[in-house]
């Protein structure tokens, strides 16, 4: 059982028993361990296994772990995980690699792998994903009379914690009324620990529960409609500030005390501008969707801003390549590029927000408020016959603009801008228009929409 679109550009993902199945994690298994020994050129290696709360991840870890094992790689099983705990575990006690099971925001019925090499570097499609579907689909297997052996690991988030908290000085965050939906997923796992260390901070927990299916809600803030409740109850409790995060805990949203949604935009500007105190002078990475609020922090507090492609794995990988302090993405994914390694750092990403809420002498909502310089479209998907034509009708209509073909066509004016790219595995073109007035965002909106139909 083997559909082919499971291979994306990020992770394998896709409905479990329908598009994969348990055979398929073994397959996975035999194909990592082929991928990471021809690139190693040694036979030890040494591999980190973990999984999220989904009902199918148990299973599909062991039989996954059973790959492994029978390909000869050593296995440490970190068992249930978030994401970011998993890189942590892979990068800090320098292991080869690692995979995670995981569907991450996706519903209940699916489920899929993240995948690293040592030190948490990413593969994408382009750098070993679309590899390993030809290993398996060609199914050519060495299986190793040595089996490799599997040794079960703890305390990872006791590291990962000690570790992190380095990052920041906890005396600067005031007393705050906070309140967190995990949504079920793995995020709920760290944030407990983590505010322990912050006694100041009066948390009102939600959903934190691990239940892999969902039952509040699906476990993806990127959707206005997950973030009702804890809006609702921002407002209800009184909070100073909300925190959100997706189903495998590698993302981070945050909401004001008026139970509105802070922009990641301007949360990731907001990064660029705290890290750059850490590290003046540093490169950041942002992915081209428009947000030009963290264009203009990175410059004003003196950084060098580098584009990216939009996509986690895509993103680490031009961070590396740059040696990019920080990087962020408008989806909720924010990186540090750390002695360790390079991956998603929801932890030190709250203790920063936190202190960067307290050294001001007024509510979260009055101090973005400066911020909300411009207007954006939110993410619109339109269904198309064609994204290449789509493309190129776009290039000819807006031909005097600035045009970028880094990630799909992004067209820039001095009053609007906007980036139009293709799904990777639907015929669909995503588009993301941004602009100095509410007005001209929603007439540039509407023309841009109406060339794609």
Known sequence: MLNQEIFKAYDIRGVYNVDFDDEFAYKLGLAYAKLLKKENYKEDLTIVVARDMRVSSPYLKNFLIRGLIDSGVNV???NLASTPTFYFAVANYGYDGGIMVSASHNPKEYNGFKMTRAKAGPISGDSGIYTLRDFILEDDFEISETKGKIELKKDCLVDQIKYELDFSDLS??????????????????????LFKHLPSCEVIEMNYELDGTFP???AD????????????????VGADLGI?????GDRIFFVDDTGKTINQSIIRGLLAKVFLQDKPGSKVCYDIRPGKITYDLIIENGGIPIVTRVGHSLIKE???EENAYFAGESSGHFFLNMDIGCFEVPM????????????????????????????H????????????KVFQVLKEKYSNAKISELDGVTVEYDNFWFNVRGSNTEPKIRLNLEAISKEIMEEKRDEVLKLIK
């Open 76 to 78: 440490i099983d970190i």
């Open 172 to 193: 600067k965050i005031k007393k705050m009324k906070i309140v967190i939906d995990t949504a079920n997923g793995m995020g709920s796992q760290y944030l407990q620990e």
């Open 216 to 218: 509040a809600h699906e």
């Open 221 to 236: 803030p990127l959707k206005e409609e997950n973030m009702k409740d804890l809006q609702a109850k921002v407002l209800e």
């Open 244 to 248: 959100s995060t997706d189903g495998d």
């Open 318 to 320: 031009q961070a590396l």
């Open 348 to 375: 030190i990403v709250t203790l920063k927000m936190l202190i960067e809420f307290s050294q001001v002498n007024m509510k979260v909502s009055e101090y973005i408020k400066q911020y909300q310089k411009y207007f």
């Open 377 to 388: 479209s939110g993410e619109i998907n339109r269904i198309v016959d064609s994204k290449e």
